[in-house]
């Protein structure tokens, strides 16, 4: 069964640091979705892709996010400067295509701690 | 804009207990609703989901749910819980909001089953 990839699995930094991380969405899959996930609560979205194009960014704190799908298969998310508020699970997420309302497909996250 | 409540933080259940868990949400129009599980160790998965048609839904390893429009609510119930039910479960609601679609989550119920 085709699975959600992503990488890291795990990442500690200090704060002020740079970090990425990267996502492989099923293949096929046109839509590409960011989550963070902090413990306790359910996972808010950050930021959504149709193929390469940012769809929804209103939730990423740009000062400091940015995220990229340049050929519209894979991404990456980063983090520049890192704070130790960003310690959280990063989920990476794909579907078929929203406007038919697919089932999200959720990878494995990374789990960011922020020292 | 939309949200979800999920009012149980975390509920302990002996073997074979029955399960009811909540969950309600708020948005006026059209939504489609999902249960999301995530085992301990593993990434989030799809328990199942209700876009239309019969408001009762039955998904993987006999769970259901029930749609109740008038009380916007999606409760997930299992008459007969086991071990492996231990987990956490995540209801989440997808409206269409200016012409895209959004999931929004829960802030989850951990479940912990007794032997």
């Known amino acids: 069964e085709a699975e959600v990839a992503q990488s890291p699995r795990y990442k500690i930094t200090e704060k002020s640091q740079a970090v990425a991380f990267w996502c492989d969405p099923i293949s096929g899959h046109a839509t590409l979705y960011w989550y963070r996930q902090i413990l306790g609560q359910g996972p808010e979205l950050l930021v959504q892709?149709?193929?390469?194009?940012?769809?929804?960014d209103s939730q990423l704190p740009k000062d400091r996010f940015s995220a990229e799908r340049l050929k519209g298969v894979d991404s990456t998310l980063k983090i520049q400067p890192a704070e130790l508020g960003d310690s959280a699970m990063y989920l990476c997420?794909?579907?078929?295509?929203?406007?038919?309302?697919?089932?999200?497909?959720f990878g494995p996250g990374t789990r960011l701690t922020v020292l | 804009a939309q949200s979800v409540s999920q009012h149980n933080h975390h509920v302990i259940l002996s073997e074979a207990a029955s399960l009811e868990l909540g969950c309600n949400y708020s948005y006026g129009g059209t939504v489609n609703l999902f249960w999301y599980v995530q085992y301990p160790g593993q990434h989030l998965q799809l328990l199942l989901k209700?876009?239309?048609?019969?408001?009762l839904v039955k998904g993987i390893k006999g769970f259901e749910a029930e749609f109740i429009k008038s009380k916007f609510s999606f409760n997930l119930r299992k008459p007969s819980v086991q071990w492996s039910d231990t987990a956490e479960y995540f209801c989440?609601?997808?409206?269409?909001?200016?012409?895209?679609?959004?999931?929004?989550f829960g802030t989850g119920t951990r479940l912990t089953i007794i032997p």
């Open positions: 209700y876009f239309s048609g019969d408001p």
């Open positions: 997420a794909s579907s078929l295509d929203p406007l038919r309302t697919d089932t999200q497909y």
């Open positions: 892709f149709q193929d390469e194009s940012v769809v929804d």
């Open positions: 989440a609601v997808n409206a269409k909001l200016r012409g895209n679609e959004k999931l929004t």
